[in-house]
Structure formats: C-alpha cells, structure tokens
C-alpha cells in the first residue's frame, strides 16, 4: 500500500497521545495529524477502571475523555504499529498501511503484564486490568457471582482491586511475595498500614506467598493456585495484577534504545538512537517513555502516573514544533494518588532509594498521616494518607533538596518518628522500571 501525506503521526491513542496532538494544534500546528490506536476506542480515562467501572458505578464506556481542542485529525483506531522505517520515515501498521510521518509521536503506553501460558494463563476466570475492555469482561465476571477470588499481586491495581471487591461483599484473597501490599512503592513500614486496612476489610492477605502455577477443571476454567510451598489456594476468579510492560516492540528494529521498560529519550523527550544520539523527527511521552530526572540526578525514570502522561505530551509537542536550538529540558515532579479501603492516598516524588521515612503529620496507628522519604539527608518524596492538606509545602521541599525532615516546627506536628522505609531488595530480572517509579495513577 502506498504511504499517506507525510505530517505528524502520534503512535498512541490514549491520555498522552490526545493531550500531545491537542497540544500540537494548539502550539500552531496546522499540517496533516494522525493518531493510531491498537484500541478501537477513543481516548479514554484508566483511573475509573480499576473503581468505579469494577464497582458498577461507571459504565466503561463513560470513561471516555473530552476532547479538548479542535484536532482535524485522521484516526487509525484499532489497528496496532508493527514497525518503524526510520530511514523511510514510515510507521507500518497490523493492516499494511504505510503512514509517512515528518516528525513522530511514540505515545504507546503500557501493557498489563499477563499471567504466563505455560503455568495456566490461558483458562478461563483469569484477568488482568489494564484497559476499557478489560474492566469490562472482569465487571461482567464479578456480577456474575464468583464464589472465591484471588488477586495476584499487592500493588496499586492489586489493592484497588480487592478494596472494591470487599467493597462488593465478594471475598477475596490478596497474595504478594513481600510482607506488605504496596512494598515496592512505599516501603513495608507504610505498607504495613494497607496491610492492616485490608485485613480490617474482610480480605484475607497472604504475604511472601508466591503462585507457581494455575491449575482448572475438564471445561478449561480456573480452579485453584497452586503455591510455591506446595500448597494451594481455591479460585474460580483470579486478578493477576502483575505489574506493566511499556509497549515498545513495535520498535525492535529500529535502531533505538527500548525495550521492555520503555524508550529511552534526552532531557527534550527526543528519542534516542542506540548510540545515545537524539533523534530530532522521534519524540516520546507518557507511559513509553523513559528520560533522565534532573532532580534525582538524571537517573532514567518511566512514570506511569497521569499527571506526567499530560505533562510530558504537552512539553514534547512544544518541542516538535521548536527549532534545534530551542529544545527545552523536561522538567516534572512526578505524582499518583490512589483511593483504597477508604484511605485517600497522595504521593510526590520517587521514592527509590530512600533510606528513611519520618512521619511528620499524624501518626501510623490512627492510619491518618504524612510521611518524607529521606536519602543521603535529603527529602525525595512524600506520602499521605487522608492527611494532604501539608502535601504541596512537602513537594516544594523536595524540589528544593531540603533535608529530611524539612518542616520541624508546624503548630500541629507531633514527636516526628524515623524509621528504615523497609523496601524489599530488589530483583535480579532484566531491567525494568522499579515500581515506585511506574505506580499506576
């Protein structure tokens, strides 16, 4: 098939890819623009998925997010990028469609990481929530009335998940190999919280417990896990909330650094080559990409958090419209919030690495507190619980490097307790993103 018109291509049809085309129309851009989908849906809101939509006060197909500016744009919806053609300047699509682009977009986000085949990931009753589609297919399975459900998995999709399924009257039981759900992004000091929340709930949660493998019955439908104790756990409905993937293997091939934990960009969100040469046609943003934090001292981060999805989209599609020499640095505080058991959950900065956590508003045993995640003496990051009102002053500490911790002498603070944040060691696995940098929104 010939190519289309050359212009700009935005591989990516969800929060980022929208908010960079509508940031591209609004900087001046008035050339050819296409957006590409692996999804058949417009751009829609994740967040509701893993509540409200599970809940069944949100049908999935209201998630849909307005759009807010004029695109005039041609959409490829539910037809996936296979390969790029750098040399060509082409993006082959799943149908054989050829799009030629003068500058490109990689908006493509993140894939729900899926149970794997060989130890049952194929029967039926077992989901991962990552899209519309899938908040849909597992809402249809909750109605219909599971008898035992079990969560792999005590991160953020993993906890939201079982808040709502108790919330429901279903139980469930939630299994993550660490001491506390959420170990990885807070620390098992503050996870500890969760963990007691979520017994309080009527879950029942089994720490340092690894599933090996699925086993069903004659018709191909889950029955039971089996542990890597030997034991096992009944289930006619599993979540496996198994963490993400960034969507970069469409580009294999294409002489760029990415893999399976994103696509490495400079400061500018420029793409970069495999010699760590910017590309100046090849931007990134969102979920995909992975780019250097100047406040953690460039160390290359991949943030699965709304708000940098519409940040980092707008900056990129400013610098796609600029000249060589005004290619401005990206600069975010990154930011999630999470509502669980309910305890609204608020956290700035990048937790990894810290080696203290002080609580400084509140106290852990009224489950009513703020936090900073201390490294080195500096203050990194910082977590409420249903306690925000001190957040913003405790962001605006860790954008200016304060020492931890930065306020000592607010009216209402108590003694301030220190502790280790008690994060498990981490895994030997091929690199990827750690899960305090990739916490879902």
């Given at each position: 098939m010939s190519p289309e018109p050359a212009g700009i291509v935005v591989v990516g049809a969800s929060l980022a890819g929208l908010r960079g085309a509508e940031a591209l129309r609004r900087g001046g851009y008035d050339?050819?623009?296409?957006?590409?989908?692996?999804?058949?849906?417009?751009?829609?809101?994740?967040?509701?998925?893993?509540?409200?939509?599970?809940?069944?006060?949100?049908?999935a197909g209201a998630t849909r997010l307005p759009e807010l500016t004029a695109l005039r744009?041609?959409?490829?919806?539910?037809?996936?990028?296979?390969?790029?053609?750098?040399?060509?300047?082409t993006v082959r699509l799943a149908d054989g469609a050829v799009l030629a682009y003068d500058k490109l977009l990689v908006a493509t986000g993140a894939e729900a990481r899926p149970w794997p085949a060989a130890t049952g990931g194929g029967l039926t009753g077992i989901?991962?929530?990552?899209?519309?589609?899938?908040?849909?297919?597992?809402?249809?399975?909750?109605?219909?009335?599971?008898?035992?459900?079990?969560?792999?998995?005590?991160?953020?999709?993993?906890?939201?998940?079982?808040?709502?399924?108790?919330?429901?009257?279903?139980?469930?039981?939630?299994?993550?190999?660490?001491?506390?759900?959420?170990?990885?992004?807070?620390?098992?000091?503050?996870?500890?919280?969760?963990?007691?929340?979520?017994?309080?709930?009527?879950?029942?949660?089994?720490?340092?417990?690894?599933?090996?493998?699925?086993?069903?019955?004659?018709?191909?439908?889950v029955v039971r896990a089996r542990l890597a104790d030997g034991s096992a756990i009944e289930a006619d409905l599993v979540i496996a909330?198994?963490?993400?993937?960034?969507?970069?293997?469409?580009?294999?091939?294409?002489?760029?650094?990415?893999?399976?934990?994103?696509l490495t960009c400079?400061?500018?969100c420029r793409a970069r080559d495999a010699d760590g040469t910017p590309c100046p046609d090849i931007y990134a943003a969102g979920d995909a990409a992975r780019w250097p934090i100047p406040l953690y001292g460039d160390r290359?981060?991949?943030?699965?958090?709304?708000?940098?999805?519409v940040a980092q989209a707008s900056h990129a599609a400013r610098n796609m419209l600029a000249g060589p020499g005004d290619q401005r640095p990206y600069a975010h505080l990154p930011a999630f919030w999470s509502s669980q058991f309910g305890i609204n959950i608020k956290l700035v900065g990048l937790t990894a690495g810290a080696d203290t956590v002080a609580v400084v508003q509140g106290s852990l045993a009224a489950?009513?507190?703020?936090?900073?995640?201390?490294?080195?003496?500096?203050?990194?990051?910082?977590?409420s619980f249903d306690q925000a009102r001190w957040l913003p002053a405790y962001a605006e500490a860790i954008l200016t490097g304060s020492p931890v911790p930065p306020i000592t002498d607010a009216t209402d603070q108590p003694r301030i307790a220190r502790a280790d944040p008690g994060f498990p060691p981490p895994r030997r696995a091929a690199p990827a993103p750690s899960p305090a940098e990739t916490a879902h929104a």
């Open positions: 050339g050819p623009l296409t957006l590409v989908g692996a999804e058949p849906h417009r751009p829609y809101d994740r967040p509701p998925l893993s509540k409200h939509v599970l809940a069944g006060a949100l049908d744009a041609r959409w490829r919806l539910g037809n996936t990028a296979v390969a790029l053609d750098r040399a060509a300047r989901h991962t929530l990552r899209g519309r589609d899938d908040a849909r297919a597992l809402r249809a399975a909750l109605v219909a009335g599971p008898r035992r459900v079990l969560v792999v998995g005590g991160g953020l999709i993993g906890c939201e998940a079982t808040s709502c399924l108790r919330d429901l009257g279903l139980p469930v039981t939630l299994v993550d190999p660490h001491p506390t759900p959420l170990a990885n992004a807070l620390g098992t000091v503050v996870g500890g919280v969760i963990a007691d929340r979520l017994r309080d709930a009527g879950a029942v949660f089994r720490p340092g417990t690894q599933v090996r493998a699925f086993e069903g019955d004659a018709s191909g439908r909330a198994l963490g993400a993937t960034r969507a970069t293997g469409w580009l294999r091939g294409a002489g760029l650094m990415a893999d399976p934990g994103g400079d400061g500018a290359l981060v991949s943030v699965e958090h709304w708000g940098n999805a489950r009513r507190f703020l936090a900073v995640y201390g490294r080195g003496g500096r203050s990194i990051a910082a977590v």
